[in-house]
């Protein structure tokens, strides 16, 4: 433990871990506070129908609701205790957003204050024997509550917060943080042989399976706990890496099974992108930009938007961040003299390995949810270091210089915060998200989803507006896709009273390929034109059809 930077932040006692559980309380108090705005946001067309309002799932309260959730996956996905969440949701507020807002906040909250808690734990006190320091009281729990809020209030919290669908990474935060706080007070009482290690690890492998349940992405946990025991408890050594490693086991067999369960549902929904379609290179590129822009947006957090396409070609720039981070990651390795930086390295690293590139889902590059996890070691880390620097202050500097550090973290902290209550608003309704993504990364898919919102309210205008410029911008990987923008762009047309464009359009879509209700949609057009022959024709090769649109994934040959 002599390397370790936030050693001025050890202090011990059961009187300053009772006063940690009223920092913890006020944490979440806080954060609880600041997201009061989402219970004014609504649903928004990105996954909450599934998720949802169309899921009959969660439209009653019953064993046998419990049964499906537990024995299949829905929407592509095995995470019962998400699925169960919404069913009491919905059993007390129907379709209320406000009610599923107000449950992630609360957990959100909750998962806040247990930052706190595993804060102290880390900066409290050596497991192995160390000593305490004897700084202050009130200037440890500031460095707690900083901890708390730098995680708690940062805008990149808002995406896993204020969108209904990320009930399954606050839910999961939940039991996963509540894993790693049980774990943390396991080693602390094997180590120092205070009794209850047995219970401790009882509670950290319960909640661990708890957390799988919500969200799969937790199947890393025991990798950060043998992280753990490196540095800063200092476990590994020689003689007892046997035992060490065969406690982890029942972590292990759980993180396994639920690996292969996760694989097998996604590959049977086909969610999951295969190598043909995205070669290995190109998603350890993409991965590697992935891990760049989460160290960006920890710092800076400008530009955050609710999805980032993978650019079709996949620019040089991404090769070049790639290479970056895999140098930062090697001189770390090689860094010998402050393991801490290491392990806190890996503990930022480690959990997002399952939300990396090497298992792609859908379009997305990188996502601000997925820091979640990623994110509580850093937090710690970052209070801890400025903790430090205070400290080095106070020995050197007048008083007015050692304001600099608390000033600092004060207006980092309201910087954060009036970010987050901003970013909040962007989740109002469908409209304000896909806005905001097109006015900060444009490209086709978001502007088709916005038209497809502006579609279904019947603002065809703005959804004529929206398809062209997606078939504008379309990428090359979406080209064989292009007919079902050209159909729906001609039945927003045809709705307006555009028709002899919309033919023209619902042609084009024909001519790639053929769908019996485009010649429907087609004849109409023709018929309102008075070309009576032409929509003969298309409703006889229409057939049976109604004409009604869908978006269509069928491949050129």
């Not at 006063?19 to 946001?41: E, H, I, P, Q």
């Not at 609710?306 to 970056?324: C, G, N, Q």
């Not at 987050?420 to 088709?448: H, M, N, Q, Y």
Request: with cysteine; net charge positive.
């Amino acid at each position: 433990m002599a390397d370790h930077p936030l050693r001025s932040c050890f202090v011990g006692g059961a009187l300053c871990a009772k006063a940690a559980r009223f920092t913890a309380a006020g944490v979440a108090a806080l954060t609880l506070v600041l997201y009061l705005r989402a219970l004014s946001c609504g649903f928004v067309n990105l996954d909450d129908p599934d998720y949802v309002v169309n899921n009959p799932l969660i439209r009653r309260l019953s064993f046998d609701t419990v049964v499906a959730a537990f024995t299949q996956a829905h929407v592509g996905w095995w995470m019962p205790l998400t699925w169960l969440s919404f069913a009491f949701d919905y059993h007390f507020w129907g379709l209320n957003p406000a009610g599923y807002h107000l449950t992630n906040i609360l957990l959100h909250a909750v998962n806040a204050g247990l930052v706190v808690l595993i804060a102290d734990r880390l900066l409290r006190k050596d497991p192995g024997g160390g000593e305490y320091s004897g700084e202050s009281g009130w200037m440890y729990h500031g460095i707690l509550l900083l901890a708390g809020l730098l995680w708690g209030i940062h805008p990149l919290r808002v995406e896993s917060v204020a969108w209904v669908t990320e009930r399954k990474d606050v839910l999961n935060g939940l039991f996963s943080l509540g894993a790693i706080l049980s774990y943390l007070h396991y080693v602390h009482a094997r180590v120092r042989n205070t009794g209850g290690a047995g219970l401790f690890f009882v509670m950290s492998l319960g909640l661990f399976a708890l957390s799988l349940m919500a969200k799969s992405v937790s199947v890393v946990l025991p990798l950060m706990f043998l992280v753990a025991d490196w540095f800063p408890f200092g476990r590994l050594r020689r003689g007892n890496i046997g035992q060490i490693l065969a406690e982890k086991i029942p972590f292990l067999l759980l993180s396994t099974a639920m690996a292969v369960a996760t694989v097998y549902f996604t590959a049977q929904s086909q969610y999951l992108v295969s190598y043909e379609q995205f070669p290995l290179i190109q998603r350890l590129v993409v991965s590697g930009n992935a891990v760049y822009e989460y160290c960006r947006l920890m710092l800076l957090p400008t530009g955050i938007v609710a999805f980032h396409v993978i650019p079709d070609p996949i620019p040089a720039a991404y090769a070049v961040t790639s290479l970056a981070v895999i140098a930062v990651s090697v001189a770390i390795c090689f860094y010998r003299k402050h393991r801490w930086i290491a392990a806190v390295w890996l503990c930022f690293l480690i959990p997002l390995l399952p939300v990396l590139a090497i298992l792609q889902n859908g379009d997305q590059s990188f996502a601000s949810r997925f820091t979640y996890l990623p994110s509580v070691v850093p937090s710690i880390a970052i209070a801890g270091l400025l903790r430090a620097g205070f400290a080095k202050m106070t020995v050197s500097w007048r008083i007015g210089a050692r304001l600099g550090v608390p000033l600092v973290a004060a207006l980092l902290l309201a910087l954060y915060g009036t970010m987050t209550i901003r970013l909040i608003g962007t989740w109002k309704d469908t409209e304000t998200l896909w806005t905001r993504v097109v006015s900060v990364e444009p490209g086709a898919i978001v502007c088709k989803e916005r038209g497809m919102y502006y579609y279904s309210i019947g603002n065809y205008p703005a959804a004529v507006a929206d398809f062209s410029e997606s078939l504008r911008m379309l990428p090359e990987n979406w080209r064989p896709y292009r007919y079902n923008l050209l159909a729906f762009r001609g039945e927003a047309l045809r709705k307006s009273g555009h028709y002899a464009e919309s033919v023209d359009d619902f042609s084009a879509a024909i001519a790639q390929h053929p769908l019996p209700a485009y010649y429907c949609l087609r004849g109409l057009a023709n018929e309102a034109l008075g070309k009576r022959h032409e929509a003969d024709e298309d409703f006889r090769m229409a057939g049976p059809c109604s004409g009604t649109l869908d978006w269509y994934w069928v491949r050129e040959d």
